[in-house]
């Protein structure tokens, strides 16, 4: 079993559903320590109640990425109760939608600033924890839409390109110091963000209309994506940084 | 990880270009957690005797084969399938690369790499195909290069053949993703096997290291991760994708 004070600690933004619900139930079933935020306490506190009951260890707080001090002194908790931070899932995000000509300025900004701004200050700040010691991983969420663009969602689309720029910059800029940073592009998957972009009584059909369109003939499931998170956050990928992971379906292929 | 636990335990798989680097050391791996392996090559494998005769795992079974010969390749995919009832995972690595400027390059060397890198990878799917689809459960993994999208000098003819991998392993996908079969492809950098000494010195191998962001070449074992990965359930929502494991050295 695993020893608790040599276990890796891996941080979780966006933990309350979803993909980082998923990820972090996945990589304290590893036997990681797992840190974890969003702005949803319900959520955040029913994935660590999910976690503790599978006899994992998961610490959470509520946190706004676009906080850079409030991150700062989070990372500093985190790391008082667990000793240090190996990895990094920055994948806290929010969706919109809407055409380019009526989007308020507002609205373009929401997202750019949640996922670009704050990925990067959750980024910076664990990079300076991961380099001095000299190792560490960070996966990123960033979508197929980085790929292919995105009909009236051009905030999301744009921001989920940054995002894939990001990490390919920040690959780049610290394999000489030991971490690597990759990207999960994820084609349409059954969370509650990819729920709120319709009405409930829309969803039925929509899920049909995923079936009929993938070639996987299947809406993705978080899980799907949990796995790719627990493989480029693990020694099995340890030769692979800068890229994009597409668990999809099979949705976009390039 | 032990036999007992492992996902590929009971799986059949066949491997071509299995007595040489990296496809050498899938199928050890493969055997190791428990799946029955058959490996395709033109030569022997070197490295796989003295694991075969100390285990009381089933040995790998090796056919002598030339990937380009199509009645070579249904043979034995119709042997492998009738002793094992069924082929569950293909993997493709043979390959042949050597390094030939342009104008220098013959008809028949070009035509000998796209026989054995790229037709020999269309008939060894067309087979595996056959006998995956009735049990509805298939695993293919391709192996492409870092080549197939940077190009490089002197390998026109090796980048145009793993250029045409990707494109096979993508329609292909497509075109059995809804019966549970999903094809992907891995594309390496500059990899320590045999392959690269065809042209490179010792220390021009090693060297290459120095410009790659994670400041070494890469390992077998690197890609024997990416191709379990992709064999495994935690890729079970990947068909179509090319897994690039190359150190940070391309990034598209």
């Known amino acids: 079993m695993v020893v608790r004070n040599v276990s890796n600690v891996s941080i979780i933004t966006g933990a309350a559903s979803g993909l980082g619900r998923a990820a972090a139930i996945r990589l304290a079933k590893r036997g990681d320590r797992v840190a974890l935020c969003d702005l949803s306490e319900v959520g955040l506190k029913e994935t660590c109640s999910i976690i503790r009951g599978n006899g994992g260890a998961a610490i959470r707080a509520i946190v706004d990425v676009r906080d850079d001090a409030a991150i700062k002194n989070w990372y500093g908790d985190v790391v008082k109760q667990f000793g240090k931070i190996d990895y990094l899932f920055s994948n806290a995000g929010v969706t919109s939608r809407g055409a380019v000509s009526d989007m308020e300025f507002e609205e373009w900004r929401r997202l750019i600033d949640t996922h670009v701004t704050g990925s990067f200050h959750v980024c910076q700040a664990a990079l300076a924890h991961m380099v001095e010691h000299g190792s560490g991983a960070i996966v990123v969420t960033s979508s197929d839409y980085a790929v292919i663009g995105m009909r009236y969602a051009s905030n999301y689309a744009a921001a989920k390109t940054a995002l894939y720029a990001l990490t390919k910059a920040l690959a780049v800029e610290f394999a000489p110091r030991g971490v690597r940073v990759n990207a999960v592009g994820p084609g349409p998957i059954d969370t509650p963000l990819l729920r709120s972009r319709g009405t409930p009584a829309e969803w039925q059909d929509r899920v049909r209309d995923y079936e009929a369109r993938l070639p996987m003939q299947r809406l993705g499931r978080p899980e799907d994506v949990a796995s790719v998170v627990d493989f480029l956050l693990s020694d099995r990928a340890s030769y692979i940084t800068g890229q994009l992971l597409q668990p999809n379906g099979g949705q976009v292929m390039w | 990880m032990a036999e007992g636990s492992s996902e590929h335990k009971g799986r059949v798989a066949v491997i071509t270009g299995g007595s040489g680097g990296i496809g050498n050391a899938i199928a050890d791996r493969l055997q190791l957690e ?214 940070g050295a391309s990034l598209w």
């Open chain 2, 34 to 247: 428990g799946a029955s392996v058959t490996v395709m090559d033109l030569v022997p494998r070197a490295g796989g005797a003295k694991l075969e005769s100390s285990s009381s795992r089933p040995p790998i079974s090796f056919y002598q084969v030339d990937v380009a010969q199509e009645r070579e390749v249904d043979t034995t995919f119709k042997s492998v399938a009738t002793r094992e009832g069924k082929i569950d995972y293909l993997i493709c690595c043979a390959a042949i690369f050597h390094a030939t400027p342009f104008l220098q390059l013959s008809g028949d060397e070009w035509r000998r790499t796209l026989d054995i890198n790229l037709n020999g990878a269309f008939l060894c799917c067309r087979e595996a195909i056959r006998h995956m689809r009735p049990h509805r459960f298939g695993r293919i993994v391709l192996f492409s290069s870092m080549l197939a999208r940077t190009g490089g000098k002197n390998s026109a003819h090796y980048s145009a053949s793993k250029g045409g991998v990707l494109g096979l392993a993508r329609s292909l996908a497509l075109e059995v993703a809804g019966e549970n079969i999903r094809v992907n492809t891995i594309s390496p950098g500059v990899t320590d096997t045999p392959q690269p000494r065809d042209h490179l010195s010792e220390e021009e191998l090693y060297g290459r290291g120095a410009s790659i962001p994670l400041g070494r070449i890469g390992r077998v074992e690197d890609m024997v991760e990416g191709c379990l990965f992709l064999l495994g359930e935690d890729s079970s929502y990947f068909t179509g994708q090319d897994l690039r494991i190359n150190g």
